[in-house]
């Protein structure tokens, strides 16, 4: 069990630019972001499978450097697709992408963000995934802050070209691409795209999408959330929640007709003519969700992280426990009728490593994925602001696995607890590192078993990397563990690229 400290007060630019990469990360992942990243979930037609890119076999995933350089243009953005093999994945083996890159629509400029969203899906349904980007960003003409979304199409060698989705409505709202989610929203059999701006509206180009970018066809979807400039939906996240083989979304944002800054979310079930507000459901507040059938019922779960703000005094939230401000996952079991019950994990809860402390962000990340093979969804949970070590290091962040049962998410026994001083652990902790500002399970070396990678994007003042750690079939392991740096990923270490902050899901 780790040893944990509470935090200072001690604050720098590189705690500052941490939180920010935090709070953009929740305001802009399509995912992942983040959202779902499991095999094998229950009833989705679509993420039953990890991504896989290049057709070989093997589990891909993608990981944004959103703020990174590119040809001197400062937060241009970049996204690197890792392409797994029999021993996971490295920064040997990859493709990092911007805007200048060849056959990708547009031109890297200052500001514009690509990559910071993504979301995989094979959309024009040749057999390889292809990942949808946003650069939420894009100035386009006179519309500062337009927004542009791009397919980057899979292929025997990988992600290469891409194509521009065009806004419907570029009037109505700007930071077109700002969340993405994909899925079987009809049950058709092909790969659907949701899109968010900065209104409330979602909209979802269906049945397909060829590479001239043509979708079979698109309507949209309005859940009952606040529209404006840092508004719409924060995150959108993808499974099927009522077993029927329809993809549900769940719509993380901000309530219309509350005080702005309380989240809710909402679920949006899939039916035979795609995605029905009127069947809408709200759930328990948070920013970031997975979605994976944790307790082995057919049905998947919502799994969401509600970390708090650690500048917030415990007065500013008087319903909230002084437990809980350290951050807390709720788990929304799936039924056939969608969403039921609710429970809550905290680091206090049963034997869940360390203890629950205001400003760690437990849960600030989540994902999903059978680590061990037995059928039940195991959950990763980030704590990027966790302080470890005496003197207390703060931020260095940490993770904790937990894993499924017949009963749910077992908080009694099995739990591992990961940081970067933990013996096999490439690197060390430091402070604003952020270790745990993403997660992300997937199987990623082709033994039907989910693997961990972890990004810590405060790493080296701001630049980010990734860690690796692979299963051994029946629990996460540092065996095979190792680290991709920006160098290694082929991210410009001008400014501070913040690698790793968002994946793809």
Not at 261 to 279: C, D, F, H, Q, R
Not at 328 to 349: C, F, L
Not at 390 to 418: E, H, K, N, W
């Amino acid at each position: 069990m780790a040893t944990k400290h509470r935090r200072s007060s001690t604050s720098s630019a590189v705690r500052a630019r941490l939180m920010t990469a935090t709070a953009v990360a929740a305001a802009l992942t399509g995912g992942l972001v983040v959202a779902t990243a499991a095999p094998a979930v229950a009833g989705d037609s679509v993420h039953h499978h990890e991504a896989d890119f290049n057709g070989d076999g093997y589990g891909d995933t993608a990981f944004a450097a959103g703020d990174a350089t590119v040809a001197g243009y400062k937060e241009a953005g970049s996204i690197v697709a890792l392409y797994g093999s029999s021993t996971g994945i490295s920064g040997s083996k990859r493709t990092t992408i911007t805007q200048n890159s060849p056959g990708v629509p547009g031109g890297a400029e200052k500001g514009d963000h690509f990559g910071w969203t993504s979301a995989y899906g094979d959309f024009n349904h040749d057999g390889y995934d292809d990942l949808a980007v946003g650069a939420s960003y894009e100035k386009l003409g006179t519309d500062t802050d337009a927004g542009l979304v791009t397919v980057l199409w899979g292929s025997a060698k990988g992600l290469t070209g891409g194509t521009v989705i065009e806004d419907p409505t570029p009037s109505g709202h700007d930071r077109w691409g700002k969340s993405l989610a994909a899925g079987d929203f009809d049950g058709d059999g092909k790969d659907d795209l949701a899109v968010g701006a900065s209104g409330a509206t979602i909209y979802v180009y269906k049945g397909g999408i060829t590479t001239s970018g043509t979708a079979g066809g698109r309507y949209t979807v309005k859940p009952k959330i606040v529209s404006g400039d840092d508004t719409g939906p924060l995150n959108l996240s993808a499974g099927d929640v009522n077993g029927d083989k329809r993809t549900d979304l769940v719509v993380n944002g901000f309530e219309t007709g509350t005080e702005y800054g309380w989240n809710t979310n909402y679920y949006v079930p899939g039916t035979a003519s795609g995605l029905s507000v009127s069947g809408a459901k709200q759930l328990k507040r948070g920013v970031i969700t997975g979605i994976g059938d944790v307790n082995g019922d057919g049905y998947a779960d919502i799994v969401t992280g509600q970390d708090w703000d650690p500048e917030k005094p415990g007065s500013d939230y008087p319903s909230v426990p002084e437990s809980v401000t350290g951050g807390q996952v709720h788990i929304t079991y799936g039924s056939a009728s969608g969403p039921t019950t609710t429970t809550n994990i905290t680091q206090n809860s049963g034997n869940v490593p360390g203890g629950s402390e205001r400003g760690d962000w437990f849960g600030g990340e989540v994902s999903v994925g059978d680590i061990n093979g037995d059928g039940y969804q195991d959950l990763v949970a980030g704590a990027s602001g966790e302080n470890l070590g005496s003197p207390s290091v703060v931020d260095t962040g940490a993770v904790t696995v937990l894993y499924g049962s017949a009963s749910g998410i077992d908080t009694a026994s099995g739990a591992q607890f990961f940081a970067q001083s933990t013996p096999g652990v490439p690197g060390a902790d430091e402070a604003y590192d952020g270790f745990g500002g993403e997660v992300k399970l997937t199987d990623l070396n082709g033994d039907g078993t989910s693997d961990l990678v972890v990004a810590a994007p405060g790493e080296n003042e701001g630049n980010g990397a990734l860690t690796y750690l692979p299963s051994n079939g029946t629990k996460i392991t540092t065996t095979g563990a190792r680290a991709i740096s920006t160098t290694a990923a082929g991210v410009d270490t001008a400014g501070h690229p913040l690698f790793g902050a968002n994946a793809a899901d």
